[in-house]
């Protein structure tokens, strides 16, 4: 009895470990189990969240789990940033983020409470949403050499809105600036709702905002689109030319989107998400519904996640200092 017990124990002790991996595999293998969080870190109602949402319930349908969208706003994004960064890496905390939460910030901000270079596991970056550059009508210019020109003769006449410090809006007009050899002024509001009025208006004469929320009111006639800021065409505004187009080579102003969890997602976890994702962006109706918010797909499961990102970062401090721009 003694060696059997003895012979039992060794036995055990072997093949616990292997038991364990098996519990291990069996258990990711199971993923997902419950409800998935999508953090939404801008507002209710916008075009990322709108993304955000679409995203939900596509990817819930292929995982076979509920997927839903909580909004986490505030800081430029960064409260709901901080907030995954720092959730447990099991999966079922995720993040939409853009490059404002990546790379604008961390370029703007002495202090970030995270280190996006690090502090995330890419699942993939799943395209770009691009922006506008619009006029009041009471503009005379057609396209962008004539406000160029315009401004070149008017030059204390002209500013341009964006939705606030350090957004990409914000990045777009002073890449505008950098590319013309102008200096057209900068006046930063409290998101895009009150730019747009105050473009409406005729408070302002220009500003930079995304291609869903510019298109009813150029269809509507309130506002003139005068360059997309992509390098390639929008489906929404399909006769509005590119920046690049335009004569400014190599202008390219968008605001990225990519899907993150917490650093430290297990290996099948992230698999089953990357794999999930990719499915979704790959559909043609999705892609169909996304080109609606002016989102132009593109997959991209970022395995060069870190240094990509620093080289972003550097790119963007120098676009900063160059054209002052400061966060709020």
Known sequence: MRLNGLLRHALLKLIAPSLLACAAISAHAAYPEQTITLIAPFPAGGAADVIARLLAKELGDKLGKSVVVENKSGA?????GAYVANAKPDGYTILLGSNSTFVLNPALM???PYDSSVAFDPIGKIGTLGLVLIVHPSVPAKNVAELVALIKANPDKFSYGSYGNGTTSNFAGALFNHFTGL?????PYKGSAP???DLIGGQIPITYDTILAATPQARNGRVRPLAVTGLQRSALLPDV???DESGYKGYEAVAWQ??????GLPKEVKARLQKALSEVIADPAVQAKMQQTGFDTLWDPMPNWPEAIRAEIVEARKIASQANIKAD
Request: no cysteine; charged share 10%.
């Open 258 to 263: 990519s899907i993150v969890g917490p650093k």
């Open 76 to 80: 430029g994004s960064t409260i709901g």
């Open 183 to 187: 200096n057209v002024t900068h006046i």
């Open 195 to 197: 730019a747009m009025n």
């Open 110 to 112: 002495d202090k970030m």
């Open 241 to 243: 030319p590119t920046m």
